[in-house]
């Protein structure tokens, strides 16, 4: 459903977006979701084309896409709970909450707290399940692995390949050869220059 480029991300698939720092994987995240306008190309979802800037485009195509950014602190409100934000979320798309906080490794404890009191790695984890909660058609991820240890980034990867069997397309820009190896296909960038 989404083609930045010349680049599919077919439904129900984990693409690997990678290439060098730099080369531009997340700006094509944010490009995709119209937070920075492409200099070239189009972003299509469903065969159609997108507005370059997302406050041009309709609700239905803002809600098809999740980013979870790789600083995770700017998907999370910081005078907010976390578990305040992922009841709601929770509970407008109707979701199961606490399932997706038992595949993410986020015990009940963690909710309680504000994301300034959580680690690097706790905070991308609540970023992504506000994005699994959601239930978007394109599911960009931006370096999820990066501050979680073997058996955490395990259970991450585990959930994203879950997101793309229940028909998700899933985009993550990665470095990390073992999220690499787990995708059905890789997708990389030139280096910038």
């Avoid at 060098?20 to 979701?33: I, M, Y």
């Avoid at 790695?121 to 959601?134: D, K, Y």
């Avoid at 259970?155 to 073992?178: F, K």
Wanted: proline share 7%; aromatic share 0%; hydrophobic share 45%.
């Amino acid at each position: 459903p989404i083609g930045p480029l010349d680049a599919v991300v077919p439904t129900r698939s984990l693409l690997a977006l990678a290439g060098r720092s730099g080369s531009g994987k997340s700006t094509l995240l944010r490009a995709a979701v119209g937070l920075h306008p492409p200099i070239r190309g189009r972003v299509l979802i469903h065969g159609e084309e997108l507005a370059p800037r997302v406050q041009n485009r309709p609700r239905a195509h803002i809600d098809s896409f999740a980013l979870v950014p790789q600083d995770s602190s700017l998907a999370l409100a910081p005078a907010v709970t976390v578990g305040r934000r992922l009841r709601r979320l929770a509970r407008d798309h109707r979701t199961d909450l606490s399932q997706v906080c038992e595949e993410l490794q986020l015990g009940p404890e963690l909710l309680e707290r504000r994301p300034g009191a959580l680690s690097g790695g706790q905070r991308q984890r609540i970023a992504l399940a506000a994005a699994l909660l959601r239930g978007p058609d394109v599911l960009l991820v931006d370096e999820p692995t990066a501050a979680l240890d073997r058996s955490t980034s395990s259970a991450v990867l585990t959930r994203l390949e879950q997101a793309s069997a229940a028909g998700a397309a899933v985009l993550v820009a990665t470095h990390d050869a073992d999220v690499i190896a787990r995708c059905d296909s890789v997708l990389t960038l030139p280096d910038a220059g």
